[in-house]
């Protein structure tokens, strides 16, 4: 290969994840996942407080960056070989001892912030809500490869992979807690314009919670390798105004009280498309 065609190469697989990188938000969007691989900005306050989070530690972390970058490039230029000459040596010089309790102390100190920031995070956005401080409390029940939402008004909901992809419809500016649990394996419930992740373990409740000021729609993901149908499991949560969500709720009573339209003749398991699977036309559970 010519020095050219190298140096050309070099260049392409330089720029090919810069282009990448500038290329993805769009790209994913445009896909309709929703999962942008820029920051999110969390339409709930559990959500709002990880993007603030993270920006509070992008302070230090891009003055380090400029920091460290600023003395490399300082010293890539200025003890250059071409201007220095074939015979410069620099000064060799070493131990001082201010710098290197400077250098220690201070990346300490840094991470000691953070750190304590990240836990008082931790505390108050990934704890379980209390009672009293809870408006609606909905379970939401994982499996290979869908989601269960079931509401204390005694409706149920499937979402079965990509197919019937159904939202979990939630009243706007209501605090409404989620109970995760799975029915299966690990699955992650994840929506990343809204809250942190959480995940769904047999035999164990998790919580997490949503409070959604304005009408809108939200797509997220199972964020746990879940299966051979896992890319598939993806969410919806739609927050809508209260009456809408009366409204809603009263209609999948409806729907979910009647039996199915063929007359109760014999067992016949595949009648009722329900998308509960109890096979009761009772929806309480
Ligand atoms: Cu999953």
């Not at 603030?52 to 302070?59: H, V």
């Not at 100190?109 to 956005?125: K, M, Y």
């Amino acid at each position: 290969m010519s020095y050219r065609s190298s140096r050309l190469l070099r260049r392409i697989v330089l720029a090919a994840p810069l282009v990448t990188i500038a290329l993805l938000p769009r790209a994913a969007l445009a896909a309709g996942s929703g999962l942008s691989p820029l920051l999110p900005f969390g339409e709930s306050p559990n959500g709002r407080n990880l993007y603030d989070l993270y920006n509070l530690i992008s302070i230090p972390a891009l003055v380090v960056f400029f920091l460290v970058e600023a003395l490399l490039l300082t010293i890539i230029v200025r003890d250059r070989r071409r201007r220095q000459g074939p015979d410069y040596r620099p000064p060799q010089w070493h131990g001082n001892t201010r710098l290197e309790v400077v250098w220690t102390v201070l990346p300490f100190l840094i991470l000691v912030v953070i750190g304590t920031l990240s836990f008082v995070e931790l505390q108050r956005d990934f704890q379980r809500p209390a009672d009293n401080a809870t408006d609606l409390d909905v379970t939401v029940s994982g499996h290979q490869f869908g989601w269960t939402y079931t509401y204390p008004q005694g409706v149920s909901v499937s979402s079965e992979g990509e197919t019937t992809l159904e939202p979990l419809v939630v009243p706007t500016g209501k605090m409404v807690r989620l109970r995760l649990e799975s029915v299966d394996v690990i699955h992650g419930f994840w929506v990343p314009e809204l809250m942190g992740k959480t995940d769904l373990v047999p035999g164990y409740e998790n919580y997490t919670w949503l409070k959604i000021d304005r009408p809108g729609e939200w797509r997220g993901q199972c964020t746990e390798l879940c299966g051979r149908g896992h890319n598939t499991m993806q969410l919806r949560v739609k927050a809508v105004s209260q009456e809408d969500f009366d409204a809603w709720v009263a209609e999948q009573q409806a729907k979910q009280a009647t039996p199915s339209p063929s007359p109760s003749a014999g067992a016949s398991p595949s009648a009722s498309p329900s998308a509960s699977a109890s096979p009761s036309p009772s929806p309480s559970r």
